[in-house]
């Protein structure tokens, strides 16, 4: 593991997910870029000492030198957004397979240089695109995929946040800090962090990529350097039209991911806060309130779900999901993939087309195919 | 009353609301331009047969020459918007008062024409924004203007309906055939039937303008000639921004109003098809439901209150809270005023720009002050 | 009208409800014991003077004396309890027809008697059990009267308010005064004032008589004289068994509602304070989730309904739901006849039999046939 | 661990509870009384072969036999109920640990039998209360203790399930079998099972025990042989009265268990299928909605707290607050203490109270102290 020393969100979210998912064991990391405090967090963690470094070279060489079936497998990058790119490069060359978060790079063409890194080494590399490791997002693109909807019309999607409402950044919140800093960040600040979730969302359930975009980013705290908050128009491959609304400035909400999908002949909903219940709309006819865990789901929601109706599984176990899933893409090539580059490429250029929509006046912006 | 005859949705809720309202009788009107249908409505509604005309001048001409204290009030109208400017000028301009449903006209300069024509009349006209009738919609804008949420950052609105997601024009339906009819409904369909609506609803809660927009007006059915989809973000006047969603072939939607709004200290929630809920969210502090009714609630919002908590009131009653008003007004000049032709001129504005913006590829468009 | 005069609640629920169902007008009444005080509410109303008196018997002479097309038609009691089987009695017997809140009288013996005068004279006899008014109770009554849920197993009724969890009684508060008093709310408090509206919402909604109770009537507020809480058990006819829980102490309820059917088959639940949604459950499949006005609904719900999908409907229209079928039962004996005497009845027996198995330790006791 | 092999609900749920408590390992076991399919379990679950047994003798000897701190410290008792009692008994009497299943014995003789030996023994045993390791039940405790809510006046507490509304003991389904076998499942069958849950609930968020009930168990399925559904009145020590609704024939429902309590001053709700979620109500205030995470949480309930507001925790990570506090409490004497026996003791003494007064034509019964 590269990050998620002491003090961060991530890092034992992944932790715990591979707990869950169950075939993988922490062995090794580099928890912090100041070797004695990743010593510490090491010790902390229960791990050996030769296996804990201070930096992603000395992990690389350190593992690279022992025999294949003691080496470490899967390194797994919980760092800001800056690290990301280099780590996920040298974790590849060596061999290495990867799980990191989102975004996986600071640029489109970074991600579509990893994705030529990805395609030649053959490693699998996952990203933790959380939200789809959910069962009933699943349960949702299988009935998209299946017709049940008809053609897309329209999509809403909005990820609604309040946590740096006040410059949390000035005060000492690490986590707000690497966020509001172009440097780590990247380019943008709330929508390379959870705009991408939900475009991403949007991607997965409706199968059909965003192709253009009219944006426009906000900053609302004084003296923060990335946007804060956003929305943009958007416009399916298919015809259907769209919003995505990001934001970390509405006050009040605390994880707010929501999408409504409304096609030809029907309709759905779903919210994370609440990821258990998925919601069915149709002309003339009662709205249905489907759960997890129901017999009657398709097979990549029941995959998804450990516990039978009304036992409510939750972030944790969502994650959990895209390890499993790396888990078996790693042991079995014709396992189903976990989230990939592909839908970090497709990311990145939804990020760069929402800045720069933004920049030119809210403009349509074709997003890179 | 002009308009409302057999097959009309919205001539029977006006009678209703007046009933409601309790000040008001219904004693004469033009229910069709076929002056038989009209005769046969006024019969139906019991109305003395000299009352019910098949024309507007008629009408008028009539109740003209009665005695003052005999004399119809009020005019009713509650045609296609097409005849919304005509029949209010000719009303005004004979001295009677005024209840119209939106929009006011089919431009802009109509409507500055008809406020011209309202402020020299000196009569009382309402335009029937029926869901600003509601209480806990006068409780979001009271609380707003005390400041409880701060200057405002984000607001999210949507007005979505499904039941124009087949051509349901083509079918004899005739609420649908002139909303979808330029000539009758003017140059837009669902934002000028919904969209003002949203549009009249932030203006209302925040007490701020819309100035700019940018925006896309769709249509998804084939064949049909004005928009029966879209969406616009936009800007306040006090900054903050925004986004509108007015559509009406959402499948699985009824009417489907509701606005979020967002302050750097608080936000507010509010849905149309549960009205009597008001949600505030705060900052590391519980949600807050407020219900109507409730002894702490503003003057506003009780005066628009008949029952007591948990006894819920609907649109009928936020209709006739619209008549009532405008009842009182007419006999006390200083009595509140009923939504009147401001918001109308407001939404003209706001429906010509969003027009505009959509026609120019999405570019930000200033709604006209 | 009697009662119903300056402070009263229900009283003014009653005049709205009879606009709203619009073929009746209020023409005269008794508003209080005290005439000065009962002119001056005929005044506040808008009603002739000589149409107003201080009881029961000077109305019911003056309207006798004048022609019968001129006369009062149809008498509304909404006094305290004490006074219900009286005025009753006498306005029947006097040849008008009857609207009375509930409960019918002050005990079973009386009820059955009154239903006894009722079949003699031949009069219209309504009770506001406001709740039968709703829509999407009609809707429950018809699906499980379809055998859509099989024969039911168990029902879970609940009617809990919070606004006497103080001493009201204590404070001016006429409402709470008079449903705290033995003299005038009879031999219970709170099951008496909505108890019996939860049992005939079962009734109704089952279709089954409640034939066994298990009870127990609770004192919470210090020196408060009658039941202001309770709880029983039940069984009905069919076999099926229920709890049902009335409380007038339940801090933070407002007019807490709602019954839970379950059946062989399938389940309902239904909620007053969202009245316009209707729930089903079903083994394996989706809840599916009715709204009031939907085009596919029993002609019972849509016969109650004035507003299209989404346009929520309230108190105030069930109630009117219960005058104008009142009024249509008056012009015509064929017509659907409104919530009668034979419910009242049922409820008087219901009580009585909470009443006697409270006070014998809670032992199962038969309800009254 | 004993139980929980091929087929079998609780047990992946404990192995799942344990990884994410992330303090134990599980090492060996009994999955079967079949000695061939408890090796074939165990080695589906990776263990090694001499630590898989077809007894729990055999285990014991085996363990003890190893160096203490190679051996088995806690032994997760998974079984059907029948076997509770003397597993516990012979894992304590060895020196082993214990997590079981509640309910934790046959009888109120045993519980109380139990109780004797883990005060002689020292050992700490955990029964997994499952419900009560969520944050937010932990938050109602808290809450409550405080005063927050003043004297208790009414509880409902309700767990309705449909899964057993047709007779699938006769179709193979396992854990129908076993539940509805009075050999295997005790004196009750959806008591047993989950009534006693709904009790503890009570027993843990009011701080007081049920004293008395007045009960009547239900078999509505022909054929079958323990009750499969019920209610009871009860009273609480401190004068609260409540009602308690326990079915597993209640189409519709997945999980349903939820608890609401009325005190003087205020009252809390809870839902078990959105658990992330505490409503307080209080008189003439909004109701309010605490969601877990929040920072100004009690200790008890971030304590229980994996993630930041908005992503939800479940099931599992409430039950691995249970296994999370039994391997604190292993380690440390002066650790919080998971629920144990004496809940599990107050739980029997229900189920016999329950089981005699509805033997008793419902009379009020006593519950053991």
Not at 134 to 159: C, T
Request: charged fraction near 20%; proline fraction near 6%; glycine fraction near 12%.
């Amino acid at each position: 593991m590269l990050g998620g020393g002491a003090g961060a969100f991530i890092g034992p979210v992944h932790r715990l997910a591979a707990a869950i998912a169950s075939r993988l064991e922490l062995v090794g990391g580099v928890f912090s870029s100041d070797p004695e405090r990743s010593r510490e967090a090491g010790r902390t963690l229960g791990l050996a000492a030769e296996r804990v470094h201070g930096d992603l070279d000395a992990l690389v060489a350190a593992e690279s030198a022992l025999p294949p079936d003691e080496r470490v497998e899967l390194v797994a990058i919980v760092t800001p957004n800056h690290l990301h790119y280099d780590a996920a490069v040298r974790a590849l060359e060596a061999g290495f397979h990867v799980v990191c978060d989102k975004p996986p790079t600071l640029s489109l063409g970074q991600a579509r240089d990893l994705a030529g890194r990805v395609a030649r080494t053959g490693r699998t590399y996952a990203l933790t695109y959380t939200y789809l490791g959910y069962p009933l997002v699943q349960e949702a693109r299988a009935r998209v995929a299946a017709g049940a909807l008809g053609p897309i019309r329209r999509v809403v999607v909005e990820y609604l946040q309040g946590w740096l409402s006040r410059p949390e950044e000035l005060g000492g919140n690490a986590q707000a800090a690497w966020r509001t800093d172009p440097a780590r960040a990247g380019i943008s600040g709330c929508f390379a962090d959870i705009g991408v979730h939900a475009q991403s969302l949007v991607r997965f359930i409706t199968g059909e990529p965003i192709v253009e975009v009219a944006a426009e980013l906000v900053t609302h705290v004084p003296g923060r350097r990335l946007d804060d908050d956003g929305a943009a128009l958007f416009r399916l491959a298919g015809g259907g039209r769209g919003t995505v609304t990001a934001s970390q400035v509405c006050v009040g909400e605390a994880n707010g991911l929501s999408i409504r999908v409304y096609g030809e002949r029907g309709s759905l909903t779903w919210r994370q806060e609440n990821p258990n219940e998925l919601w069915f709309g149709w002309p003339d006819r009662p709205t249905e309130r489907v759960i997890a865990g129901m017999a009657s789901l398709s097979d990549a929601a029941r995959r998804y779900t450990r516990t039978p109706p009304g036992h409510p599984e939750g972030y944790l176990e969502a994650f959990a999901n895209i390890y499993a899933d790396t888990a078996a893409r790693i042991r079995d090539p014709h396992a189903p993939a976990p989230p990939g580059i592909e839908l970090g490429v497709a990311s990145m250029a939804f990020l760069e087309a929402v800045v720069a929509s933004s920049g030119a006046g809210g403009r349509w912006t074709e997003v890179a195919g």
